[in-house]
């Protein structure tokens, strides 16, 4: 049997016996012990210290204790009570981590180091993998673009822990959200914390996981939107103990999610809302109407030509255009109405709570005389050039209303009628307006009209009627005005009033006109060859205005027939030469200096600007009818005519007035010094084969208009 003394030597033997008896209680304790003299000579160590080490207890008696024990302080330094972290030197170089304790006992030959050895491989393990679970731990939180959180089931009580993202969310440190238990709520919006505290408090009393969305306020003020999940983490009593959560930012998804509920509802051009929000918005009107007794008007508004504009001036212009037309929109109507965009060029304005009875003017209804102020508001608004890319440029509307409840009773036949009152408008005189009137056009004639009009495009149902324009010095005829009739296959024929508007908008006018442009040349070749020179006037669209290579396309029509550029005088309205004026002034000036004669026709309807007049290179300047109508009675029409028959001359244009009727309105032209004129007075318009005998009649028309006076 192994004694102590063998394993220590007769020192060790004689010191064991002295200090503790049984020496087989060292062996049997659990720690590694080592006992050195004070100079760190090794004098005894047990089994389970020489086991540790991989040595037999012989191998290290007089070994130093520093040899088998590395310490940052070394042990024979040590203080009695010292517990140092250390490592024991395997016999095959594996160094296994340990802790030191250091004691002290007095022998016969001095004073004794007693060192227990503590294997703490497991600890370190278990502390390792710990460190690398709390690093990926914070690796994933910290990853994670959100507040990461653990909070103690006490309300009152701060948080456990939260992750660096509190600052760059909030703007504040993790030290203040963890030192102030209220922190968390003093960053919650004013509006949203009484929902989400309760919230928060349901979830911690129940247990059962939180998920929700609110506002929180950044330390700078702005506001962030946020999305919170939270579950309840149990003791072992399966009670609620603390709250682990994550705070998302969500402000762009909610902002994506508000623009998407916004486009919804909204244009997405102009910021008006669009025929969804309309519709809705005249229910509740109606509703609220029906309730009080009062009325509600929708005004539809188209605006004329405004293909044109985007055919000619590009997308982006028309764009501009549509958004300052929204804009002077708003600024025809009260706070309580809507304007919205219908879609394309089409606007929609809803008129609620209107008083009914009876209107300022006697025989006009409140409601009524309500929403035709509006519309003269429109039209007064539209009277201002629109500034598109550093070009002036004049646009009118046509305007369809229809109010509740006198014309309907719901908001799909009120929306319907505005929009058949539109289409008259346009049909009869574009950028006025029209209160629908029962007996009007109705939707599905409108649709079977237009697509009759398709066919008389293909198959050039068109015939030409030709009116005298005359020289009122002798009553001769000076030239004739070609205009166009539809003639349908019934026999009937179409005034041009009643379908230029609509072939207009749906893009055909160019065909028309390119038509009426080679009829009138071939007509005026035909009188040639009966020995007659007559000038035609041909009527260009604002659409053949603006359609490129103008001017050359209608000298290449010319000549190919053998004809100068007089023999045709082309005519546009006054609204379409002041539409864009700039524009109109390089396109005439391109006519005019190939020798093609240019007429102003309506004169006096639209918005001319006397300096662009002054500048435009006009020929003829046709007063509209509705000035000459009554113009030898009517003190104020006769001033504005003589002014504007002045204002031609002074210009270097020849006056022509167009509708006179009477032999009194003819003797107050010629008195004036008008030069031209046409009208019923003179003769109506009449098929080609009628021109001749005008032209013929000896003294012109004259005697008749002598005889007349």
Known sequence: MTTNADRSGPEGARVLDMLLEPASLLEATPECLVVAAADGRIVYVNGRAAALAAYTPDELHDRSVGELVATEVPVTEAAPGDVLAGTCRRRDGEEVPVEVHVGAVDGPAGRYLVVTLRDVSEVRRGEAARFEAEAKYAALVEGIPAITYIDPIDPDQAS?????????????????????????????????????????????????????????????????????????????????????????????????????????????????????????????ALARARRHGLGVGVLYLDLDNFKLVNDSMGHHVGDQLLVQLAERLRGCTRETDLVARQGGDEFLLLLADLERGMGPDPGEDADVAAASSVAE???????????????????????????????????????????????????????????????????????????????????????????????????????????????????GLVPPGEFIPVAEELGLIEAIGDWVLGE????????????????????????????????????????????????????????????????????????????????????????????????????????????????????????????????????????????????????????????????FLFGRPVPAEGIPELVRREGGLAPRLAAAR
């Not at 009277?383 to 070009?391: M, N, Q, V, Y």
């Open 160 to 284: 456990i822990y939260v992750s660096l993202q509190v600052t760059e969310l909030l703007g504040i440190s993790q030290r203040e959200w963890l030192e102030d238990p209220y922190c968390w709520r003093r960053h919650v919006h004013p509006d949203d914390i009484d929902r989400v505290w309760d919230e928060y408090l349901e979830a911690c009393r129940t247990g059962r996981s939180l998920s929700h969305e609110y506002r929180m306020v950044h330390e700078d003020g702005h506001v962030i939107w946020v999305s919170e999940q939270a579950m309840i983490v149990r003791n072992e009593r399966g009670e609620p103990w603390l709250v682990q959560g994550v705070i998302f930012d969500i402000t762009e998804r909610k902002r994506a999610e508000e623009q998407v509920a916004y486009l919804a509802y909204h244009d997405k051009l102009t910021g008006l809302p669009n025929r969804a929000l309309f519709e809705e918005m005249l229910e509740l």
């Open 377 to 491: 508001r429109v039209r007064e608004a539209l009277r201002e050039p629109f500034t598109l890319e550093g070009t002036e440029f004049y646009a009118s509307a046509s305007i369809g209303i229809s109010l509740f409840p006198r014309d309907a009773q719901d908001g799909e036949t009120l929306l319907r009628n505005a929009d058949t009152a539109m289409y008259e408008a346009k049909r009869t005189h574009p950028g006025s307006y029209v209160v629908f009137a029962h007996g009007g056009r109705d939707p599905k004639e409108h649709l079977s009209f237009t697509t009759r009009l398709r066919h008389a495009v293909e198959q050039r149902h068109w015939v030409l009627h030709y009116q005298p324009i005359v020289d009122l010095a002798d009553g001769s005829v000076h030239a004739v005005e070609a205009l166009i009739r539809w003639q349908e296959p019934n026999g």
């Open 520 to 679: 009138a040349i071939r007509q005026h070749l035909a009188w040639r060859e009966q020995g007659l020179e007559i000038p035609i006037g041909h009527n260009l669209s604002p659409r053949e205005l603006w359609s490129p290579r103008l001017a050359e396309r209608i000298l290449e029509r010319l000549r190919e027939a053998g004809l100068g550029p007089g023999a045709i005088t082309l005519e546009i309205t006054e609204s379409t030469a002041m539409t864009d004026p700039e524009r109109t002034q390089r396109v005439l000036g391109e006519l005019h200096a190939w020798g093609i004669p240019i007429a102003i026709d309506d004169f006096g309807t639209g918005y001319s600007s006397l300096a662009r007049l002054k500048h435009m290179p006009v020929d003829v300047l046709k007063i509209d009818r509705m000035f000459v109508r009554d113009v030898d009675r009517d003190r104020d029409l006769a001033g504005m005519v003589r002014a504007m028959i002045q204002l031609a001359q002074s210009l270097g244009m020849l006056p022509l007035a167009e509708g006179v009727e009477t032999p009194g309105e003819y003797v107050f032209l010629r008195s004036n010094g008008c030069r031209y004129a046409q009208g």
